[in-house]
């Protein structure tokens, strides 16, 4: 079955930096990859995903890279904001079912 | 549209005590999800539903039950509670391709 494995488990960045979040996947056949956002103690919220048939996507200070070639995806955020701060998940779908496999998460932290 | 919704918020039980999670979802999906998270940790799959009448185990099936008589509610059973239960369990719901709602979440502490 799928596996995602996600770098880095945390991430301290200054405020208007940039963070960049990978995630390796090992089915070949996946096609669809969300990013999660979760704050704590609340339900995880979609903020950006990509199919397989592009290679980036953009929205705000939010964007995806997507290689199929090497199995991986990246979350990058530009301008970083206090409220950045947050525990970030991908996901990639797995065969039969729609089923998503999570990555273990990344804790964010933006520092003003 | 109230999306996806679960019952209760939060429940604490004792060991060996049974319990059902509500799970609804109004989007007409097919596809239903219970996710379990530990704290710190990231979410695992418990049970997953690909229609109603059809269930099927996920990566951590074991001590939970589920049923789905309907396209709308997807149940989660806790048969003889045990501490390595507590989580927050999150049911979801999607259509085909992806894009998942999840619910707002049941804390459960079992003691």
């Known amino acids: 079955g799928e596996n995602v494995e996600q770098h880095p488990s945390t991430l301290s960045v200054q405020e208007g930096d940039s963070a960049v979040i990978k995630c390796t996947y090992s089915d070949s056949a996946s096609n669809y990859f969300p990013w999660y956002k979760q704050e704590l103690g609340k339900r995880p919220q979609l903020i950006i995903d990509i199919r397989s048939n592009v290679g980036e996507k953009k929205d705000q200070r939010i964007a995806v890279t997507l290689n199929k070639t090497a199995k991986h995806f990246s979350l990058h955020i530009t301008e970083t904001q206090p409220e950045d701060s947050a525990v970030y998940f991908c996901a990639a779908i797995s065969e039969y079912g729609n089923k998503l496999v999570f990555g273990a998460g990344t804790i964010l932290r933006v520092k003003s | 549209n109230a999306g996806v919704t679960q019952t209760p918020k939060f429940r604490i039980l004792k060991i060996g005590q049974s319990m059902t999670l509500q799970c609804t979802q109004d989007?007409?999906?097919?596809?239903m999800y219970w996710y379990r998270q530990d704290p710190g940790m990231g979410l695992k799959l418990i049970y997953y539903s690909v229609g109603a009448g059809i269930t099927d185990k996920g990566e951590v099936p074991n001590g939970y039950n589920v049923s789905r008589s309907t396209t709308e509610d997807f149940p989660l059973r806790l048969e003889l509670a045990a501490p390595s239960q507590t989580s927050v369990y999150f049911c979801a719901s999607s259509g085909a391709g992806g894009g998942y709602t999840f619910g707002s979440g049941t804390r459960l502490t079992v003691v």
């Open positions: 989007m007409n999906h097919n596809y």
